[in-house]
């Protein structure tokens, strides 16, 4: 016997028929996800701070208002840029920064910055220059002589202390590395993270629903279009095309069989 084409009425009646499966597998995927996003994945907390950058030839001249000066100074600037984030992506600048990180200075900091850095605070972890390495990145953007960076870690507090003390060393550590190359500005200093970045219970929890119904109708529908018993006399004249003469009423009910002692009582 050839198995019909299955439609869209057919697929509501498998959805009507074994609601409570899937029902149960939305409510079983998606308590496993709720878990998983609340208690199996590390917070993670985001400090940024984005800085300025002109070429030092440019910072000495007037502005001018000619066209492909102003092209040629932002040009200027895009490589300073590029240069600078090569400097600071190195482990040279992530030992300087692991210094910093546990309360050493440098001897020609300025009374100032010493008092800045005090200011800020220590740090909670214990870490090393690789470790800091990791968690620090940086972005640019196309056409601009900005630049963001990024610290990344499991401790807000830590993470907002790392990204104020890149800061404040920052731009005299880039003096030594290379001077005269530029002037850099802090434009958007960082601030403390109040909540992870990567907090996304409900969005894993809206996901496990919807994997769990995928996958209970997916199991029902396999079992039901394997069923190929004849359920009832539509899909009779459908699989056979032939006319129903009669057929036979469920004898097995209670109220069936107290209808037939019944009548047959009454008879006797």
């Not at 208002?65 to 102003?70: K, R």
């Not at 220059?129 to 972005?139: A, D, H, Q």
């Not at 219970?201 to 996958?215: E, M, N, Q, R, S």
């Not at 079992?223 to 009423?249: C, H």
Request: aromatic fraction near 10%; proline fraction near 3%.
């Amino acid at each position: 016997m050839e198995k019909r084409e299955i439609t869209l009425a057919d697929i509501f009646a498998i959805t009507v028929k074994w609601l409570w499966v899937l029902v149960i597998g939305m409510i079983t995927v998606g308590a496993v996800a709720f878990y998983y996003g609340k208690f199996c994945v590390t917070p993670m907390y985001a400090s940024s701070s984005r800085f300025l950058v002109q070429s030092r030839t440019v910072y000495n001249q007037q502005s001018s208002s000619n066209l492909l000066e102003e092209q040629r100074a932002v040009a200027l600037s895009q490589m300073v840029v590029t240069e600078y984030i090569e400097i600071l992506n190195t482990g040279y600048f992530a030992n300087e920064l692991l210094a910093y990180v546990e309360g050493k200075t440098n001897p020609d900091d300025t009374p100032e910055k010493i008092a800045a850095i005090k200011a800020v605070g220590t740090v909670e972890g214990n870490y090393d220059s690789k470790t800091l390495k990791n968690m620090i990145s940086f972005e640019t953007k196309e056409d601009s002589a900005a630049f963001s960076v990024k610290v990344e870690g499991p401790n807000s507090k830590d993470v907002y202390v790392i990204a104020k003390y890149v800061e404040l060393i920052m731009e005299d550590y880039l003096k030594m590395k290379n001077p005269g190359a530029g002037q850099i500005s802090v434009i958007d200093g960082a601030l403390e993270a109040k909540a992870p970045y990567n907090n996304k219970v409900v969005l894993f929890t809206l996901i496990g629903i919807i994997a769990g119904a995928a996958l209970s109708f997916a199991i029902v529908y396999v079992i039901d279009i394997n069923d190929t018993r004849v359920k009832d006399e539509k899909e009779l004249l459908q699989v056979f095309a032939l006319p129903v003469i009669g057929s036979i009423p469920d004898c097995t009910s209670t109220s069936s069989s107290s209808t037939y002692l019944n009548h047959t009582q009454s008879k006797v």
